[in-house]
Nanobody, 125 residues
């Protein structure tokens, strides 16, 4: 069975840091672009950061550039999102996802096939 198990969310004060992890299994991790998305209450799901299967290209949404870093460990089939200088507007449920194996960088949610269960990040002011 395909599984994406996200963890690392929690409550943090503005300016603080969190590191999200997502362990993948049940599919060929190396062949997929992976990404982090988020959805705040009443808002649409949006891409935060995505990375190609080859790791050659990375996408960051403008609102996280310079603060968040995406990475993946191919040996552990795990992806990470290091989040620094968190702001209250970063409060959302964060989801990890793997794409359909298109072979190029995509960042629209509908381009992603497998999804984790989400982990809540709450940033207090």
């Amino acid at each position: 069975d395909v599984q994406l198990q996200a963890s690392g969310g929690g409550l943090v004060q503005a300016g603080g840091s969190l590191r999200l992890s997502c362990a993948a299994s049940g599919f060929t991790f190396d062949d997929r672009a992976i990404g982090w998305f988020r959805q705040a209450p009443g808002a649409v799901r949006e891409a935060v950061s995505c990375i190609m299967s080859s790791d050659r290209k990375i996408y960051y949404a403008d609102f996280v550039k310079g603060r968040f870093t995406i990475s993946r460990d191919h040996a552990k089939n795990t992806m990470y999102l290091q989040m620094n200088n968190l702001k209250p507007e970063d409060t959302a449920v964060y989801y990890c996802a793997a794409d359909r194996g298109q072979g190029y960088l995509v960042y629209q949610p509908h381009e992603y096939e497998y999804w984790g269960q989400g982990t809540l990040v709450t940033v207090s002011s």
